[in-house]
């Protein structure tokens, strides 16, 4: 059992190459023609997350809370029947 392929020195052999290939070869994003932001996640996030979420919302330009319960002005008022 300890000798099959999948097991000790064996699977560390067939392995390395595989993971040096992977932490030396560099990925380019894919390019969907967006804006990207590249965050490091070796240690935590960074930038820090509310940087991330702050360029986000900045590209969506997602509206205040608050401003979707204002009344649209386009709208005409319902009149109650008395």
């Known amino acids: ?3 099959g392929p ?3 020195e064996i699977r560390l052999d067939l392995l ?3 993971v040096s290939k992977l932490q030396n070869e560099r990925f380019e994003p894919l ?3 967006c804006q990207t932001i590249l965050v ?3 240690d935590g996030y960074s930038p820090d997350i509310d940087v991330i979420v702050s360029r986000v919302d900045g590209v969506y330009g997602r509206p205040v809370i608050h401003d979707l319960d204002q009344p649209d002005p386009q709208e005409p008022e319902c009149l109650e029947e008395t």
């Open 1 to 3: 059992m300890r000798m």
């Open 6 to 8: 999948l097991c000790g």
């Open 16 to 18: 390395r190459p595989l």
């Open 31 to 33: 390019d969907f023609g």
């Open 40 to 42: 490091d996640t070796f």
